[in-house]
């Protein structure tokens, strides 16, 4: 059974970094592609970053620069670094694992995390 469990959301100042952590149970992790997604209130969920399981890295555009998407296979661990944190970046972070790529990017799996909230004050 797969499981997928983040952590280390909490309440940021604007200019604040924070780095969440994803962690996948089984092989699911290692062979496979990972993403992160955000939920802000009243918003669509939407894709932030993916990594391939080769480590290609994507990035939605208002977080280019700021965020970074890396993974370490043998913690079977996904890591979201985020820098120059804004109050839009407020939102419930979600992972998911395992989703495929095609030419749109990243789709997501069935493979989700309960989410972390991420909050920035201004």
């Known amino acids: 059974q797969v499981q997928v469990v983040e952590s280390g959301g909490g309440l940021v100042q604007a200019g604040g970094s924070l780095r969440l952590s994803c962690t996948a149970s089984g092989s699911i992790f290692r062979l496979n592609n990972m993403a992160w997604y955000r939920q802000a209130p009243g918003k669509q969920r939407e894709l932030v970053a993916s990594?391939?399981?080769?480590?290609?890295?994507n990035y939605e555009d208002s977080v280019k620069g700021r965020f970074t998407i890396s993974r370490d296979n043998a913690k079977k661990t996904v890591y979201l670094q985020m820098n120059s944190l804004k109050p839009e970046d407020t939102a419930v972070y979600y992972c998911n694992a395992g989703g495929p790529y095609y030419s749109s990017g990243y789709q997501p799996s069935r493979f989700w995390g309960q989410g972390t909230q991420v909050t920035v004050s201004s």
């Open positions: 990594i391939t399981s080769a480590g290609s890295t």
